[in-house]
């Protein structure tokens, strides 16, 4: 019996890293408009415990802005993942979710933040929809995108095409 294909779907051609969107989030404090063309990627980078409550709320809101992509690093990663599927259904007020409305998630909790940013800009890719947009979500006490920034630029193309 064959066995199913397990390879993963890379993007082709030249990888654009350039700086991500960046967005503090206090899990208490106001969610503003993202200003990102959507549908986006996002990486959340959770570095603070949260409340169900907050991150149903913060999930519901990166779902209305367009993220159709949601990888989660940090603390308590992997129920990120969960919050982000129960606001995607949310959305759909519990009718089937179409293919091109459909949210991916993933966690990475056993990654580094620059790995998980290699796997944003390498293998984040939506089945249906082109997603140019990539958005990092930063759930903190306090913003450090410096910090956050340093972490997305040990990203380099592996590909032989160097940019100046």
């Not at 051609?13 to 404090?29: A, F, K, N, Q, T």
């Not at 809101?61 to 606001?87: F, K, P, R």
Request: aromatic share 8%; glycine share 4%.
């Amino acid at each position: 019996m064959k066995q199913p294909e397990t390879a993963m779907h890379m993007r082709e051609g030249p990888i654009d890293i350039s700086l991500p969107i960046y967005r503090h989030v206090d899990p208490d404090g106001a969610l503003r408009t993202l200003a990102a063309r959507a549908p986006f990627r996002a990486v959340i980078v959770a570095e603070v415990p949260v409340t169900p409550a907050q991150q149903n709320r913060i999930s519901d809101w990166l779902v209305a802005e367009g993220c159709l992509y949601a990888m989660a690093w940090g603390v308590a990663a992997s129920s990120w993942d969960d919050a982000i599927d129960w606001a995607n259904i949310a959305k759909f007020s519990g009718t089937a979710v179409p293919e091109s409305g459909f949210v991916m998630t993933t966690w990475h909790d056993e990654e580094t933040l620059s790995e998980v940013f290699d796997y944003a800009v390498r293998c984040a890719i939506h089945p249906t929809e082109a997603l140019d947009e990539l958005i990092v979500v930063h759930v903190a006490g306090s913003a450090d995108p410096g910090r956050i920034q340093s972490a997305y630029r040990a990203v380099r193309p592996r590909d032989h095409k160097e940019h100046p």
